[in-house]
């Protein structure tokens, strides 16, 4: 039994042996290309909010102005 648990033992020690000896031969992965597009993205999707923002409340103002116009027709119309 005592044998089996040693031969087990080196067995495993091999596998990690071998593990970091194949991680050690991996070439750098090029992250920061990686980082550059994701933080491009980032930008383009804040552009894009804050014009659609900035539409959404030109256009707000606009129905705004028209529906303020609109119930001051109805006013002078309706009430005198």
């Known amino acids: 039994m005592r044998e089996e648990m040693k ?6 020690l091999d596998v990690l042996v071998n593990l970091f000896d ?11 290309r990686v980082v550059s597009h994701y933080e491009e993205s ?6 894009l909010i804050t014009s ?15 529906v303020q116009e609109g119930v ?6 309706f009430i005198r």
């Open 42 to 47: 980032q930008n383009i999707v804040a552009n």
């Open 52 to 66: 659609l923002t900035a539409q959404m409340k030109q256009l707000w103002w606009r129905v705004h102005r028209n």
């Open 22 to 32: 194949w991680v050690d031969g991996l070439g750098s992965q090029p992250t920061m």
């Open 7 to 12: 031969a087990a033992e080196q067995d495993a």
């Open 72 to 77: 001051r027709k109805v006013r002078q119309t």
